[in-house]
């Protein structure tokens, strides 16, 4: 490559074309985040970019032909517990995304859950770095099946979106390597994804992408990691640090921000401020990240899509991923039950989907419009998946009704009347904002009135993550649907009439008050663009269920929790070592009259104590049993989870002694232990990394 073509390949503009935009690139596909010009002398593609994590989104509203299949958002995806369900979605939507002309996927996003308000939790995988890892490095394989590139983001602790420019996120490296960071490392290794974007925020007082400690140290040497480093759109901010501190392409240029490299760049080399050298490792960690990935060799031709296979996937997601958090008898809708009135949500007309770049129009496009912003990050969208019809299909004996739930006394007074009330009550959550735990427009109080006019009240949340439920003593039933996707009506409705066996498990904690979280609000709020402030995160690694343990404290719904309609016993629990390893054994029975899945949960602590938190989830398995059937099954655990890390030595440290191995249920679960003796054992950091393709 020559100077101006090593020059192209690094920077990306913004691919929306609007007549405003005075740099329009025709090369662009219609509506898209990005492109990056290809290099036409060498037969060198150019980089066609798209969000994101649920399938091929649109930056505005999409018209008919833009419109593609919505997966489940991330949070409900990772509450399958599955990785093989995961890996299907991404490979459809990946499909989806080489149909549309992209070779480069702006997914997946792994940011820990630190806080429950974060707008973008749903397109995340939860709050445990393993479960988190796992799932979405899953996702990136399957993407990736189809010769494109995956994008693990935002590259790090961009947790809030409030003031997400200027947030500095204080955190200790001990603490950030074995919570946030793991769960990008524990992606990256089983995902192998192309590039990486590094985040709007600060870290320890540094852009993240022009963080020397974040992108050189930790992801290219001690991690390994050979594919380039991006800009999340606009986030460079200097010519020679971010060229010099790892960042390998800018992105967004002349919409988002202003761009740093082009002749900016090539003024810095000829200054000597950047060397030639490191020019070429960011062209060429771009060019072999395409070529290695099949995007060069098989490139993208748009063509057709096959909806209906594709609607089966998300389909399968969500009926995997909806998590029953409580049920007093009430579901599954039997043939007893002669009347159901459906209350509020939309549900007449749709799912709510969740908003801001990753925003995608399903087919049939916003079933409920008007509602929320007007301009980006909004409006609100519902896909077009009436959970009433599904309904009225799984259930066709049974009298529907439906009140908009607008009127809360018409509300109750038909639920008085029904059999069973269902209330669907929605959060809608979206990128570039936070939002409170408090439901919207008085929606606990339309629940309160219906459960007090009928007690067999089942409330179905649509959220992009925690909610706090002030109602819930007095309801039957809750089932969380987070966002489900464009088939998410039959597959909230097939949960609840049974013929789905719910088997989704919280990858969050739901806090019964704000005052539990370690920050009851999340900071910036009203902070002056650009004027850079600190967020502390001085509970370190102690997220989610490791602060709860922490605190001694018992949250509303435990990590790792999810009821199903039949029961599982299980038995036998054994650990032992071989060649280093920890494995353990158990085995699972359906005890119960019903399919369904069990989602075994390992956890390990060291007697002697001396973690931020008591234990963390070192291995996971999602079993389906036929009623009366059992399964062995063997897991490794994962070293690093019982680990610290040394910073002197760069390494996760296992310290000699006992550690007790629990099997359970969910994090609040004490289940049935054993106790290991561990050796002392030092693991490098990237001794779990892949060996390198060539
Ligand atoms: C988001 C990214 C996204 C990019 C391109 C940014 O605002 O933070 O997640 O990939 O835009 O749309």
Redesign the pocket.
Known sequence: MTMGEKLAVVTGYFGIQKPWNAYRFPEARPQS??VVLGVPRLGFTPQWQT??GSGVAT?GEAPPELERTLLPSGILTASTWDPAVAERGGAMIGSEARASGFNVM?AG?VNLLREPGNGRNFEYGGEDPLLAGTMVGALVRGIQSNHIVATV??FALNDQETARRSVNVIIDEAAARTSDLLAFELAIEAGDPGSV?CS?NLVNGVHACQNDWLLNQVLKRDWGFRGYVMA??GAQHDTVLDANHGLDQET?VFQ?GGYQFLDKLEAAIRRGEVSAARLDDMAQRIARALIAKGAVDDPVTPGPIDFSAHAAVAQADAEAGIVLLKNAGVLPLGAAVKSVVVIGGHADQGVLTGG???QVYAPGGNAVRGLGPPGWPGPHVYARSSPLEALGHELPKTALAFADGTEREAAAKAASKADVAIVFATQWTA?SLDFPLTLPADQDALIDAVARANRRTVVVLETGGPVLMPWLERVSAVVEAWYPGGRGGPAIARVLSGAVNPSGHLPVSFPRALAQLPRAKIEGVGATPDIVFDVRYDEGAAVGYRWYDKQHAEPLFPFGHGLSYTTFARSDLSAKLENGELHVHFRVKNSGRRAGGDVAQVYVSPVAGGWESPKHLAAFAKTELAPGASHDVDLTLEPRLFSQWDAARTSFHVAGGKYRVALASSARDPGQSVTVTLAERLLPAGAGAKPHAP
């Open positions: 985040a990005g969000d994101a930056q702006l996003g983001k935002h974007m709007y999340d759109w967004g988002q801001g770049s990753a990128e």
